[in-house]
Nanobody, 124 residues
Framework: QVQLVESGGGLVQAGGSLRLSCAAS????????MGWFRQTPGKEREFVAA????????YYRDSTKGRFAISRDNAKNTMYLQMNSLEPEDTAVYYC?????????????????WGQGTQVTVSS
């Protein structure tokens, strides 16, 4: 099984920046895309951003477009999420995920591999 490990979360004031990383390891897998999702206790998990592994095509939820930037290093099997102009509403546990199939990349059900999550807290 593929193992995904997130890092880079922390506490930041509104308007600040954080860069999340997600490193993949384990058995070889043909990754089609990787993505970031976030979840606050009591709320549904929501899509943040995704990127295709070969073409580098990116997708963002509307509330993060222009503030967040997703990228990947194919050689290192690592995905990044640069988060700028953070808002308190961005506070959540952020999860990275990987999939080996296409489809609607904003749907978490299509991702079979998930990390353990990293906490992002934005204070006002």
């Amino acid at each position: 099984q593929v193992q995904l490990v997130e890092s880079g979360g922390g506490l930041v004031q509104a308007g600040g920046s954080l860069r999340l990383s997600c490193a993949a390891s384990g058995r070889a897998v043909s990754v089609y895309a990787m993505g970031w999702f976030r979840q606050t206790p009591g709320k549904e998990r929501e899509f943040v951003a995704a990127i295709t592994w070969t073409g580098g095509i990116t997708y963002y939820r509307d509330s993060t477009k222009g503030r967040f930037a997703i990228s990947r290093d194919n050689a290192k099997n690592t995905m990044y999420l640069q988060m700028n102009s953070l808002e308190p509403e961005d506070t959540a546990v952020y999860y990275c995920a990987a999939r080996n199939s296409g489809g609607v990349l904003s749907r978490g059900a299509g991702y079979p591999y998930w990390g353990q999550g990293t906490q992002v807290t934005v204070s006002s």
